[in-house]
Each structure stands twice: as structure tokens, then as C-alpha cells.
């Protein structure tokens, strides 16, 4: 116990003790007129008799939660502990939630049954399905490590809706070399397709490319440090999705006459414009690209080019699968990427190796041994 004064002339008492119920340290204080021996020994014993009090309080009963309740705690919790854009992505995902499931559902009595037969009913694709489900575990699963949620047992129960395009989705998450071909030199826009040839051949995400500055081009170490993403829902700047993300990324020799062109072009535009800036991608006014015109832009003349819509993403896989075909293994191509893991990544990976044994199989059947 100590004792200090305070500004009105009287005497804090303060003691500390250890809540046995979360074993945080907690303090409790009284306050006297006086400082003396015996106003110390009353301080001392309604002290203790506070702390007693406090350690023999009966938990507060639990209430029914509502999933409309378990969303608005998620929320907050990862208002503080995520980026604004995976917030923003995550708080629409829960709101799609909520209208699925219903917001006033009691949380212990969801079921793998009633969740399976809420779902279908929604008529969703098996793929946007799929992505609620995982939003739906995330949050019942951080709801139970949080005491919100006494079981989620059943989620096991709760399995990824099949989808019977699987194989062909996975090959639509990546181009072919020809298409590849055919797509950059149908791209008329000489920004556009600069910044096409980098992202597949540096594998970049376009946040990351759209917030490098020239500086970021270190040429004489053949690296691009990537420290940084733009955020274009917020029009900011900040650190990449995960400390796995910060990295140096080698510049091949196919990668490095396209960042000297990006170089280039980026002083000769500088002086066009009459801006100043260190971005290395910009608009008229100096500002980082919009990825939203991009990626329509892409949509569109990918459609119209091969036949199917992609969007930059796509260019980052169909990175990761030219490495893979040329027998980059994927931990290599993963730490280039700037994942700590990616099913996708292992998924193209698979597909791919699918595909050459396929080929390696045809050249033996053509093969006249004897």
C-alpha cells in the first residue's frame, strides 16, 4: 500500500492485487483526511475489505448474443487491429452476413444445417458462397476465443460448397502465354501496357505497384523495395498487407528494361505535365493512378482480346505460374510474392504440374523406343 496527497489537501491509499479471474494486476484506492498510523491501519483494512469484495463478485450472467451483437464487437476489434481497407472488405462481408443468417438469431443456436440451408437459398454462386463461409468462420471462431460463443464445434459440420468449374476456375486465375501475348499487344494505351509488363513480370499487387516511387527502383542492386501500398478506397498510403510483404524484389533481366522505360517515362511525363513528383506511376496532376480505371480498362480489352475478363490480380498469378512452369519452386515464388502462404499460389502450383506431366505423358506416346 502507498499513500499520496492529493491536490484538495486529503490522502489517497492506494493498494494493488491480482484479479484471479483474468490474473491482470488491479488497483484499488480509499481516500482519508489524515496520514497517520491509524488512518493508515482504517485505509488498510477497507483496502482489503474492497479487494475481498471484488475477488468473491459472481460473474455476470451471460445474455443471449445476437449475430447482430457478435458483428458490432467484431467490428470494433478489428477497427483497431486491421488495415481501413481489409475493415471495409470485412464490414460488407458481415453486413451480407447479417441479411443471410438474420441479425437476430441467438449466435448459440446457429447450426451447420441451418447456415448450409440459409446459404442456398441466397441462389449465390458456389464461389461467393465459399467466400462468406470463410467470413462466417473467421468471425464465430474470434467470437469464441473472445468467451462471446461457448461452442463452434459444429463448424466442421460446415463444408466449402462444391464447386464442378473448380479446374476451370483455377486455369481462369491465370493467362497462357498466347494469351498473355495477344492481351499486352492489344493494349493501346502505352501506360497501360507498361504497367501490365511490370506487374506480370514483377508479380507485384497493384497497391504495391501504385505507391513505388522511382527511388524504389534500385537499379545497381537489380531490387525493388517494396515498403508500402496505396489504399485507394481511402486515398492514402500505408504499410503492405503483412510483414511478409515488405521485401526486395529481384529485377530480372526480362523485367529490367521495362523499369528503365517506367524511368524514363516517368521524367519525360514530369516535364509534360509540369508536376513534381516521386511516384513512379501518376496521373496529370502528380496524384497515384486510380487501380479502379485500370482494372475496368483491363476488364474490358482482356474480354474483347481472349475472351474471358481479368483484372490485375490475375496478372500476379499468371506470374506465379510462368515461374512455376519454368521450375521456380514454390517457396521461391511465394517469398517474391510476399505471401506466408497462398492457396491459390499451391493451387496454380498443382494445376500447373497437372499440365506438364499431361505434356511430358503425350511426348512418351509419340515416342518409338524399339
Known sequence: MWVEKTKTGKYKYTERYTDYMTGKIRRVSVTMEKNNPSTKKLARQALLRIIEERQNEEPEE???????QLVEHYRAY??????????RRNFYQCKALLEILGADVLVENLTANYIKERFLQTGEAF?????????????????????????????RKFKPFKDATHREKIQDKY???KELTTLIRGI???KWQQLTRFLVLSGLRIGEALALTAADLDMYNKVIHVNKTYDANNRSVGTPKTLCSIRDVYIQPELEPICRDLLLTAKLESMAYGVRTPLLFFNRNGNHI?????NKYLRERSEKLIGRRITAHTLRH???SMLLASGVNIETIARRLGHENSKVTREIYLHVTEKLTERDNDQIRQAKII
Open 62 to 68: 451471460v445474455q443471449p448474443l445476437t449475430l447482430w
Open 78 to 87: 478489428q477497427k483497431q487491429s486491421v488495415k481501413e481497407s481489409t475493415y
Open 127 to 155: 464461389s461467393t458462397l465459399n467466400e462468406r463461409r470463410i467470413r462466417l468462420i473467421a468471425l464465430l471462431n474470434w467470437g469464441y476465443e473472445n468467451d462471446y460463443i461457448t461452442d463452434v464445434a459444429y463448424l
Open 175 to 177: 493467362l497462357e502465354s
Open 188 to 190: 493501346e494505351i502505352k
Open 290 to 294: 486510380n487501380p479502379f480505371s485500370y
Open 318 to 320: 499468371t506470374h506465379a
